[in-house]
């Protein structure tokens, strides 16, 4: 029988209880600890997110990444083609960092710890409101026999609890329908030279696949991560297989014999949510907000500056007990990003619904002015407004592939 330590005499009384210890839940309480807020991070312990791990140099410059989390550092793309015709991308000066997710999630809680945020190893159970008083957060921790529960009371909870938030699901109107998309990938250790599948890896190069057999909507991905790297993709349609998709991009890439370290699957969210708040004092912040970039599947610089504009929101809030306060962190994140992902999103619309229009999707790739501003608006989180004659130039290009004025 679990045992019941909800603390009800002699409940503590936090800021901000802030559930969920990924990039975005980890940011927001490193953020609110340093402003001298007392926080609470709920985490839920054995998970790994599914995620490639490409970190642009904004990320790493705006959040303090040090060098060592670094497993890769990529200096070109290859986009492939439902053809098998493949398109070299060099990013140019700089690299794009890659992490793996099973020790970067762990050092930014261990940030929030030591910037003064409390970590706890819980499962989020509910939000109750028994009188005029903060808000009631029930929480469990242990298993089995060790199971115990908790309550603390919150002025703030930020829910930074994944797409399927439990969180957003029972404070935030419209959060169960978010739409979604589902990623798996497998972690496998990178052939020795020499050995099958050693000719498919680049240690500085990320290879893409937009091919409908791996993925009939999106794309897959095989991205080194040193002695590993990871082979994934991602998909919205019902029935597709992920793992047979996964299976086949193995073996077509010679890594089917290649050891498994670990697989891991997640739901993703389409595009970001109406409401980031109940109006009251619950916010949500990176996946359970819906902040995962349409086309490319780019979540963690935004899951990291959503739980940041979710800290700046939290503490005028905390300040002033105005609610509407809360509403400033989608509002902000939108003045920021909500044009790139708008442009995102109907390049996913337009060029991922056949394979005949993936293939010219590359085939556009191979232009020098596509892969600039490619590269420049990715690695530095801005559209690039300075080159008026290259942008004019890409979208005439566009519309000759798209209306196949010109061969792919």
């Known amino acids: 029988m679990a045992r019941l330590d909800d603390g009800h005499n002699d409940e503590r009384t936090y800021d901000v209880v802030v559930v969920g210890g990924g990039p975005a839940g980890a940011t927001a309480a490193t953020d609110l600890a340093r402003a001298g807020h007392a926080v609470l991070l709920l985490d839920k312990p054995g998970r790994i997110k599914p995620c490639g791990g490409a970190i642009p140099p904004r990320l790493i410059r705006d959040f303090a990444i040090p060098d060592s989390l670094l497993v890769a550092k990529i200096r070109s793309a290859r986009m492939v083609a439902p053809s098998g015709k493949a398109v070299d991308m060099p990013v140019g000066e700089g690299f ?30 509910t939000i109750t409101r028994p ?44 959060h169960a329908k978010m739409r979604q998309v589902f990623a798996y990938h497998e972690i496998l250790r990178v052939p020795q030279a020499g050995a099958p599948g050693a000719e498919s890896v680049e240690a500085t190069r990320c290879d893409v696949y937009y091919q409908g057999r791996h993925s009939p909507d999106f794309y897959s991905w095989i991205f080194p991560h040193g002695d590993t790297l990871s082979i994934g ?3 919205a349609k019902k029935g597709f297989s992920l793992r ?27 595009k970001p949510l109406k409401r980031w708040d109940n109006g009251r004092d619950v916010l949500l912040a990176g996946d359970a907000a819906g902040v995962v970039a349409p086309a490319s599947g780019e ?15 939290a503490t005028v809030f905390l300040k002033t007990g105005d609610a509407k306060a809360l509403a400033r962190a989608r509002k902000s994140f939108k003045k920021l990003h909500g044009r790139v992902f708008w442009i995102l999103g109907m390049m996913q619309w337009v060029w991922y619904r056949s394979d005949g229009l993936r293939e010219r999707f590359v085939s556009i790739c191979r232009d020098k002015d596509v892969q600039q501003l490619t590269w420049d608006s990715y690695m530095n989180k801005e559209l690039v407004r300075a080159k008026p004659a290259a942008h004019a130039r890409i979208f005439f290009k566009d519309l000759a592939h798209l209306f196949r004025w010109v061969s792919p």
């Open 96 to 125: 794009v960092g890659m992490v793996d997710r099973e020790r970067f999630d762990p050092w930014l809680r261990t940030r929030a710890e030591q910037a003064g945020a409390e970590l706890r190893e819980a499962a989020f159970e």
């Open 131 to 174: 009188d005029d008083g903060p808000a009631r957060v029930h929480f469990s921790t242990g298993a089995g026999e060790a199971l115990a529960r908790h309550a603390v009371r919150a002025r703030l909870v930020i829910g930074a609890d994944g797409a399927c938030s439990p969180v957003g699901r029972a404070e935030v109107p419209g």
């Open 233 to 235: 993709t991602g998909s």
């Open 244 to 270: 047979s998709s996964i299976r086949a991009l193995r073996t077509a890439t010679g890594l089917d014999h290649a050891e498994t370290v670990r697989r891991e699957g997640a739901p993703l969210p389409l």
């Open 299 to 313: 979540g963690i610089y935004y899951a990291m500056l959503g739980g940041r504009l979710s800290a700046e929101a």
